[in-house]
């Protein structure tokens, strides 16, 4: 069992000097570091080691503040020769603990870095934390996820152009299809492109040519974020937009209360084109909705409608859009979550043709789970979720619903969503518990008292990934193995998953399978594919129900032509 001898004394963030700031810069806190430093410190130092308590060595919080970081990478790369040297310090933990930490000399100094960014990171967090909650999990889901023996053969499409000379070079976010087939690829800087035939692309609407107050930053939540056709576009011409907005660029529907600040603005709009079968937009568009932003991330997210929905169905037609928290929980504004009378934190469900909205630019559905209810948001179909990224429908047989929701810091979730369900944020973080009074880095155990709130169905923690790329239930002919498995990633990482349809049931937790890739018949990994350690990935489909794959990082698009199964694997990274 591995020890680490620090030591370190309780504080509240009110205690931290500048000298304790001025560490803040030693350390590489960048996402990809944190998550490399976690798995690290799960693997050599968790068994003994938190950031709450005491276990089998002393916890960890602040530590970073109060000792040097050369003498923690001195003494984690050779604890036993500190102690000999006669080091006070170290001779004073000997002396304590009786017993030597095993030496690290293995670690490279790349390792070391990205430990000391974990550790100060979640010490750090400890200690600016309210309450100082005890039982923080580090590592909640211990159970590594397997790599099956399937292999994803990848095969690259085009290259999108870059929108930027610096990362990423373009900013592309969701792939879809029209109902008349045509493909389509948004770039969060502004430019919704038509894939056409060989793999060439056209700007089909640049909407920061149409949008004086169009802004693509600050943060990752904003800009050209999602697009969805009328399921009677070929017909009515209209097409669905989110996008971000400076802040005051107009009146909010929802705006936030006067003592928060507004970051953006993000936005709702209906486009109606002159003619459908056009390869470039011309017409013009109206608002549906404009909401407060806390800042310029977990914005409006993926905007789309329920493919299963026949004309005859009361789901026909009918708009969903996910809607993030906007950051307020951490910003210090948890009411604004999980609260039906406020918009955030939220899907929403409303009828882009209707009028009987506040604002009378839409209609709000008459089966709505909360329209009888005094006070509460009308457009809510679910509520409780962080960052409702991507939503889609099984259309395998099962009709099943799916909203995946990036975590903070410990848990990405996949939910089957169901009409008024509370998924628990920021109360819940997966199937855990969430307390944004403590230390926000790590989540808890369950309470034993009983709740409303809903729990995932699929989950995975950070030492698997850090934000979680949903994708859609594989029912293309082309390709059996893949038949029934809702495949879908982490966008940092690049990593694939898959879980089968079928497990995927409310009250369990279904199983979760890596898959392979190979690329011009090398087996490989997207980090290696796209030469970056943050892959930025999204998935996409096309009107025949086959998958793509494609990088903000290198702004490539790969189809997926086959799957194999390929007994001899390359390890893991």
């Given at each position: 069992?591995?020890?680490?001898?620090?030591?370190?004394?309780?504080?509240?963030?009110?205690?931290?000097?500048?000298?304790?700031?001025?560490?803040?810069?030693?350390?590489?806190?960048?996402?990809?570091?944190?998550?490399?430093?976690?798995?690290l410190?799960?693997?050599?130092?968790?068994?003994?080691?938190?950031?709450?308590?005491?276990?089998?060595?002393?916890?960890?919080a602040?530590?970073?503040s109060?000792?040097?970081?050369?003498?923690?990478?001195?003494?984690?790369?050779?604890?036993?020769?500190?102690?000999?040297?006669?080091?006070?310090?170290?001779?004073?933990?000997?002396?304590?603990y009786k017993?030597?930490?095993?030496?690290?000399?293995?670690?490279?100094?790349?390792?070391?870095?990205?430990?000391?960014?974990?550790?100060?990171?979640?010490?750090?967090?400890?200690?600016?934390?309210?309450?100082?909650?005890?039982?923080?999990?580090?590592?909640?889901?211990?159970?590594?996820?397997?790599?099956?023996?399937?292999?994803?053969?990848i095969?690259?499409?085009?290259?999108?152009?870059?929108?930027?000379?610096?990362?990423?070079?373009?900013?592309?976010?969701?792939?879809?299809?029209?109902?008349?087939?045509?493909?389509?690829?948004?770039?969060?800087?502004?430019?919704?492109?038509?894939?056409?035939?060989?793999?060439?692309?056209?700007?089909?609407?640049?909407?920061?040519?149409s949008?004086?107050?169009?802004?693509?930053?600050?943060?990752?939540?904003?800009?050209?974020?999602?697009?969805?056709?009328?399921?009677?576009f070929?017909?009515?011409?209209?097409?669905?937009?989110?996008?971000?907005?400076?802040?005051?660029?107009?009146?909010?529907?929802?705006?936030?209360?006067?003592?928060?600040?507004?970051?953006?603005?993000?936005?709702?709009?209906?486009w109606?084109?002159?003619?459908?079968?056009?390869?470039?937009?011309?017409?013009?568009?109206?608002?549906?909705?404009?909401?407060?932003?806390?800042?310029g991330?977990?914005?409006?997210?993926?905007?789309?409608?329920?493919?299963?929905?026949?004309?005859?169905?009361?789901?026909?037609?009918?708009?969903?859009?996910?809607?993030?928290?906007?950051?307020?929980?951490?910003?210090?504004?948890?009411?604004?979550?999980?609260?039906?009378?406020?918009?955030?934190?939220?899907?929403?469900?409303?009828?882009?043709?209707?009028?009987?909205?506040?604002?009378?630019h839409?209609?709000?559905?008459?089966?709505?789970?909360?329209?009888?209810?005094?006070?509460?948001?009308?457009?809510?179909?679910?509520?409780?979720?962080?960052?409702?990224?991507?939503?889609?429908?099984?259309?395998?047989?099962?009709?099943?619903?799916?909203?995946t929701?990036?975590?903070?810091?410990?848990?990405?979730?996949v939910?089957?969503?169901?009409?008024?369900?509370?998924?628990?944020?920021?109360?819940?973080?997966?199937?855990?518990?969430?307390?944004?009074?403590?230390?926000?880095?790590?989540?808890y155990?369950?309470?034993?008292?009983?709740?409303?709130?809903?729990?995932?169905?699929?989950?995975?923690?950070?030492?698997?990934?850090?934000?979680?790329?949903?994708?859609?239930?594989?029912?293309?002919?082309?390709?059996?193995?893949?038949?029934?498995?809702?495949?879908?990633?982490?966008?940092?990482?690049?990593?694939?998953?898959?879980?089968?349809?079928?497990?995927?049931?409310?009250?369990e937790?279904?199983?979760?399978?890596?898959?392979?890739?190979?690329?011009?018949?090398?087996?490989?990994?997207?980090e290696?594919?796209?030469?970056?350690?943050?892959?930025?990935?999204?998935?996409?489909?096309?009107?025949?129900?086959?998958?793509?794959?494609?990088?903000?990082?290198?702004?490539?698009?790969?189809?997926?032509?086959?799957c194999?199964?390929?007994k001899?694997?390359?390890?893991?990274?």
């Amino acid at each position: 069992m591995l020890l680490l001898f620090f030591s370190c004394h309780s504080s509240t963030a009110d205690d931290i000097s500048k000298t304790e700031l001025n560490k803040e810069n030693q350390y590489n806190t960048s996402e990809m570091a944190i998550q490399n430093g976690m798995v690290l410190f799960n693997l050599h130092c968790a068994s003994c080691h938190n950031f709450s308590e005491n276990l089998i060595g002393p916890n960890l919080a602040g530590i970073t503040s109060e000792v040097d970081k050369e003498w923690l990478i001195s003494f984690i790369s050779n604890s036993p020769a500190m102690i000999e040297s006669g080091d006070s310090r170290s001779a004073k933990l000997f002396e304590k603990y009786k017993q030597y930490m095993p030496a690290f000399k293995m670690l490279k100094a790349e390792d070391m870095e990205d430990i000391l960014g974990f550790m100060h990171k979640f010490s750090q967090g400890e200690k600016r934390s309210k309450n100082h909650r005890a039982g923080g999990l580090i590592n909640p889901i211990p159970e590594k996820i397997p790599t099956s023996s399937l292999t994803l053969l990848i095969e690259e499409q085009f290259k999108v152009p870059p929108s930027s000379d610096m990362a990423p070079i373009s900013r592309i976010n969701q792939m879809s299809f029209a109902p008349d087939g045509r493909l389509f690829i948004v770039d969060l800087r502004g430019d919704l492109f038509e894939i056409q035939e060989g793999n060439r692309l056209s700007t089909y609407i640049n909407i920061r040519d149409s949008l004086p107050n169009f802004i693509d930053n600050p943060g990752k939540g904003s800009g050209f974020a999602s697009f969805a056709f009328h399921p009677d576009f070929v017909e009515n011409g209209l097409f669905y937009t989110t996008h971000t907005e400076a802040p005051n660029s107009a009146t909010a529907d929802h705006p936030l209360p006067d003592s928060i600040e507004t970051v953006v603005q993000s936005v709702l709009l209906e486009w109606k084109t002159e003619n459908s079968s056009a390869q470039s937009f011309s017409g013009n568009h109206r608002e549906l909705l404009r909401v407060d932003m806390v800042s310029g991330g977990h914005t409006f997210q993926q905007v789309t409608f329920n493919p299963l929905a026949q004309k005859s169905d009361v789901d026909y037609g009918m708009l969903y859009l996910g809607i993030g928290d906007g950051v307020a929980a951490l910003r210090g504004y948890p009411f604004l979550c999980d609260n039906i009378e406020m918009i955030w934190s939220s899907v929403i469900r409303i009828d882009p043709l209707g009028h009987n909205s506040d604002n009378g630019h839409y209609g709000i559905p008459i089966d709505n789970p909360f329209i009888d209810m005094p006070n509460a948001v009308k457009e809510i179909w679910a509520s409780g979720f962080r960052n409702p990224h991507r939503i889609t429908w099984d259309e395998s047989g099962t009709g099943k619903m799916i909203i995946t929701n990036i975590g903070q810091h410990s848990i990405e979730e996949v939910n089957l969503g169901v009409a008024g369900a509370d998924y628990g944020w920021p109360y819940r973080e997966g199937s855990f518990l969430f307390d944004f009074d403590a230390n926000i880095e790590v989540v808890y155990p369950l309470p034993s008292e009983k709740d409303n709130y809903t729990d995932p169905v699929v989950q995975y923690d950070h030492d698997e990934g850090s934000a979680i790329s949903g994708g859609f239930v594989f029912v293309g002919d082309n390709i059996p193995m893949l038949k029934g498995k809702y495949i879908f990633g982490d966008m940092s990482r690049g990593y694939i998953y898959y879980s089968e349809i079928e497990e995927m049931n409310q009250g369990e937790q279904a199983a979760v399978y890596r898959l392979n890739v190979s690329l011009n018949g090398e087996l490989s990994d997207l980090e290696t594919i796209t030469s970056h350690k943050r892959v930025d990935l999204r998935i996409g489909m096309d009107i025949d129900r086959e998958l793509y794959l494609f990088s903000k990082s290198n702004g490539a698009v790969y189809k997926v032509i086959d799957c194999q199964n390929i007994k001899t694997q390359k390890v893991d990274s």
